[in-house]
Every structure is written in structure tokens, then in C-alpha cells.
């Protein structure tokens, strides 16, 4: 559910020399770390995504940059814009995402709850939209 998403605020140490955030699996995070990829060089205004998880758990961050992420539950879609390193979306499973508007040297990390799996994944979001409505994913309106 929508609902369920939200932004994370990392801790961020501040320092002159540099500041500093950190995060931990389970801690800051709800779920243990098992996959860690990053998007870069991404044409600014391009798309990426366009896919739902089964039962993987993401958290997004913009390391560098900014960019939107479109995320929908079946029923509802949301659009969040991330630029800031220490703010994370989480976005939990059976949720479609699609991450577009990408500013020139934009940099997107990615937190994964599991490892690649080719299984996991909906790429046709008709179909994403049918399984959603018939495990009865309710209609939860909730502000980011």
C-alpha cells in the first residue's frame, strides 16, 4: 500500500570537514541489506524502472542530484522527488516504481531487501494492477 511508503530521515552528522550519515540494516532501514545497486550517467530527463516487486523491499536515495519516483500500488500513484543524500524512500513490496526526471549527474542508490531475482519481477503493469486487486490491496490514501 502506498500507505506503507515513506521518507526515511538518515542520521546526518555535521562536521566543517564533511558530513557524515549513516545506515544500518534494521536500524534505520526495515528489512536486512542483501543487494546494493546504483543508477548513474542517466540522460538528464530520462526514465528508468517502470516495474513491480512480489516481495521485494526497496529504499531509493539520491546521492547525488535529484529525481522523481512514481510509485503505485494498484490503486493510487504517488510522486516523490528526491534530492537530498540523507532521506530515503522506502517502498515496500507489490508496489510499482518508475524513477524519471533525472538531473544531469544524477546518482540513484538502491537498498534491496533480496537478491536478484528475474521471478520477482512484474515488467507489464496491467498485469501488476490484476494481482494487486485480487490480493485485495486496500485503497489507503496517506500523504509522503
Known amino acids: 500500500m502506498i500507505a506503507n511508503s515513506k521518507i526515511i530521515d538518515f542520521p ?31 540522460p538528464g530527463g530520462s526514465s ?12 531509493i536515495i539520491a546521492m547525488s542530484g535529484s529525481f522523481d519516483v512514481i510509485i503505485d500500488d494498484g490503486y493510487e500513484r504517488k510522486k516523490v522527488h528526491l534530492n537530498r543524500s540523507y532521506h ?12 524519471e526526471n533525472f538531473s544531469s549527474g544524477a546518482v540513484c542508490l538502491v537498498l534491496a531487501s533480496t537478491v536478484y531475482d528475474q521471478q520477482d519481477y512484474y515488467h507489464n503493469y496491467e498485469e501488476f494492477v490484476e494481482v494487486a486487486h485480487a490480493h485485495g490491496q486496500s485503497v489507503a490514501s496517506n500523504v509522503i
Open 88 to 99: 530515503g524512500l522506502y517502498i515496500p513490496k507489490m508496489m510499482w516504481r518508475e524513477v
Open 12 to 42: 546526518k552528522y555535521m562536521d566543517p570537514r564533511g558530513n557524515l550519515s549513516v545506515i544500518e540494516s534494521g536500524v534505520h532501514i526495515p528489512f536486512e541489506i542483501k543487494r546494493v545497486y546504483y543508477l548513474y550517467d542517466v
Open 48 to 59: 528508468r524502472a517502470g516495474h513491480g516487486h512480489k516481495e521485494l523491499q526497496q529504499v
